[in-house]
Structures are given as structure tokens and as C-alpha cells.
């Protein structure tokens, strides 16, 4: 039994871990980014999606068009930098948690249960040629899916604002990499609508990013589903004879 107790051993750990992690994300607030000149604000949700951009109007006193790429920039990575810092020490700080009991009748073979005695059947000959088809079908399946996901994570996503004069590139997991404003537009605009503008591209970016074309993992989601089904997995079996 030594090495089953240690599986439930770290079942129970990773809940418990997980349960910290839950109320460290349930706990943040709001956290902003500055530049040195407080002049751009960009804020980051609790849970770390991005609210929105801030200009003062006398932007133009502080920095040419041409920098006020890399200045939204830098107060980006700073509230990033923040949210993480304050999601690590509130999950250090937060008190150990009970171990949730297990939910065994959710499992798949819990919901077999439900319209099966395992105790009273064994699995026929057509039933294991069917679950060995099927096992083979998920590994390539899992090879396609595992593919794409590599695929999909390289992928950069782009958006621009109203104007089109303001081009935001976020990474596969929303995170913003680049920015592209125009200088002449900048120029023109008041810290105001250059906040909004922004905050549209960057919305709209992350967006995009948040909806990548994902349909070998779709096909594998509705397959082990189906593997899961417990009246399907049900006529596999056959009464067992005594």
C-alpha cells in the first residue's frame, strides 16, 4: 500500500497547493505601471487581464511621438513585474488550507458505476478490440494536438485602434510584445484619446490571441469525452460467468 498512500499523498499536497493559488488570484487587486515621469498608466486587473492605458495631456512635455512606444511599454512590463510579485507573496502568505476529499464519483469510473457493477462483468473480446482502436485513435489524435499547440504558441497576435494608426502585438498568451504608433497621429492626439487608442489596439490584440484556430484540440476534447461516456463505456463489458 506504500506506493498507493503516496499518490494520495501528493493528490492531497497539489490540492492543497492549488487551493493557495485560488485564494492568492481571489485576493489581488488592481496594480498600475507608471514610466519615471508618471506621465503613462497602464493598469492590470487582480487576475492579471489588462484594464486600460492613461496619458496625461502634457505628454508632448516630457517625450518626442517617436518614444511614446517604448514609454506605454515600459509601464506594461512594470505592472506585469507588480501583479506577479504581489500574486507570489500573497500565495506565500495565505494560510494552509484543508484537503478537499476526493470527488470519486466523477471520476470516469465513478460515473461507470452508476450504470455498471464492475464486480459482475468482465470486458468482452469485441469490447477490448474496441478500447485498443480507440487508444490508438487518441495517440494520434494527442501527436496532432500536440502539434498544433506548438504551433499556436509561437503565433503573435495583432489589432489595431480605430484609426489604424496604433498597431499592438501580443504573444500566444496575451502578454503584450510590441506596439507601433504612428508620430504624426501621436502628435496630434490629446493624452486622452492616445490612452483610449491604445487601450483598443492592446484590447483588441489580446483578443485575437485569446482566439486561435484550435481544431485538433477540439477533436481531442470531444474524443476522450466520448472515451469517458460511462453507456458507452458500458457495452464493452459483458456478464461475467461464474
Not at 485576493?27 to 486600460?52: A, I, K, N, Q, Y
Not at 492605458?53 to 509601464?75: F, H, K, N, Q, S
Not at 495517440?139 to 489595431?160: G, K, M, P
Request: charged share 30%; glycine share 6%; with cysteine.
Amino acid at each position: 500500500m506504500g506506493d498507493l498512500d503516496d499518490l494520495y499523498d501528493l493528490r492531497d499536497e497539489m490540492d492543497r497547493m492549488a487551493q493557495r493559488y485560488e485564494q492568492a488570484e481571489r485576493s489581488l487587486e488592481p496594480v498600475s505601471g507608471f514610466d519615471e515621469d508618471g506621465v503613462v498608466t497602464v493598469t492590470l486587473e487582480g487576475d492579471g487581464s489588462f484594464r486600460d492605458v492613461r496619458v496625461t495631456d502634457d505628454w508632448l512635455t516630457y517625450y518626442e511621438p517617436e518614444e511614446i512606444a517604448g514609454v506605454v511599454m515600459t509601464a506594461y512590463t512594470m505592472a506585469a513585474s507588480l501583479r506577479l510579485g504581489n500574486w507570489i507573496s500573497a500565495a506565500e502568505e495565505a494560510p494552509r488550507p484543508m484537503t478537499r476529499p476526493a470527488d470519486t464519483a466523477n471520476t470516469p469510473s465513478g460515473r461507470l458505476n452508476e450504470v455498471l457493477s464492475l464486480e459482475h462483468v468482465d470486458i468482452s473480446d469485441a469490447g477490448l478490440n474496441a478500447m485498443l482502436a480507440d487508444l490508438e485513435h487518441l495517440e494520434v489524435l494527442i501527436d496532432r494536438a500536440t502539434t498544433e499547440v506548438q504551433s499556436v504558441a509561437s503565433q503573435r497576435a495583432s489589432a489595431q485602434d480605430r484609426h489604424g494608426r496604433i498597431e499592438a502585438t501580443c504573444d500566444s498568451s496575451g502578454n503584450l510584445v510590441s506596439l507601433d504608433i504612428d508620430p504624426e497621429f501621436a502628435e496630434r492626439s490629446t493624452g486622452t484619446t492616445l490612452g483610449q487608442s491604445l487601450t483598443t489596439a492592446i484590447r483588441g490584440a489580446i483578443d485575437a490571441a485569446a482566439n486561435p484556430s484550435r481544431d485538433a484540440l477540439t477533436e481531442l476534447t470531444e474524443f476522450v469525452a466520448r472515451m469517458q461516456d460511462p453507456q458507452r463505456t458500458a457495452e464493452l463489458f459483458e456478464p461475467r460467468k461464474d
